[in-house]
């Protein structure tokens, strides 16, 4: 987080009634020298950019592609993205540890980077709506209806809509799709179109 004196990092620890609680770092990180507003968070995955790169560099010397498909964004900026989840419903992250899933969103575009760096090519990442379309998804979907009762039918287009729709409660942008891949390997399905190695 940005404060008065530079980037310092969050950390848990206990606050005076003896709950979890968020704090600072009591010094700044040295290596980091980005403009920012006080109160600017910025994320950064130490072990995702590490898994990144081990896995680029594996896949540019042996071969391969990895496709990824998760919620995140595609561009790296700030935002606290943090949160937890316990029966579909957030809750905060510091309550009742180990009895909520703990997530945060996926900085594609640095995770690309890092891949980038390590010798392998780079698709997307793009919405996972268009990829899915892309891979024809509606075809598959109308092909199934056609076939369907009217009951079944619903479902089908109600599915759909929720993996390809960009509104809310929908997950055709909020998801991203994203391939790390060999240099020498055609272009993946999904991702025609995209330039090799772009993030």
Do not use: C
């Not at 507003?37 to 910025?42: I, K, T």
């Not at 729709?165 to 272009?187: D, S, T, Y």
């Amino acid at each position: 987080m940005r404060g008065s004196r530079g980037w310092r990092e969050r950390l848990v620890g206990l606050d005076n009634s003896g709950n979890l609680a968020l704090s600072l770092a009591a010094e700044p990180e040295r290596f980091i020298n980005v403009p920012a507003h006080e109160g600017d968070v910025l994320e950064i995955s130490a072990a995702g950019h590490r898994l990144m790169f081990e896995l680029g560099a594996r896949l540019a010397r042996h071969g391969g592609a990895a496709l990824f498909i998760d919620y995140g964004h595609v561009a790296t900026g700030f935002g606290d993205t943090l949160q937890a989840l316990r029966a579909h419903r957030k809750v905060d992250p510091l309550i009742d540890p180990g009895e909520a899933d703990i997530t945060a969103h996926v900085d594609f575009a640095a995770m690309a980077r890092s891949a980038l760096a390590s010798g392998a090519a780079v698709y997307g990442p793009i919405d996972q709506g268009d990829f899915l379309k892309a891979l024809g998804l509606d075809q598959r979907a109308q092909a199934l209806i056609s076939r369907a009762g009217a009951a079944q039918a619903a479902d089908i287009e109600a599915a759909r809509a929720r993996l390809t729709g960009k509104g809310v409660g929908e997950m055709g942008a909020l998801f991203k799709a994203m391939v790390v891949a060999h240099r020498q390997l055609p272009v993946p399905p999904g991702f025609q179109g995209l330039s090799r190695g772009a993030a």
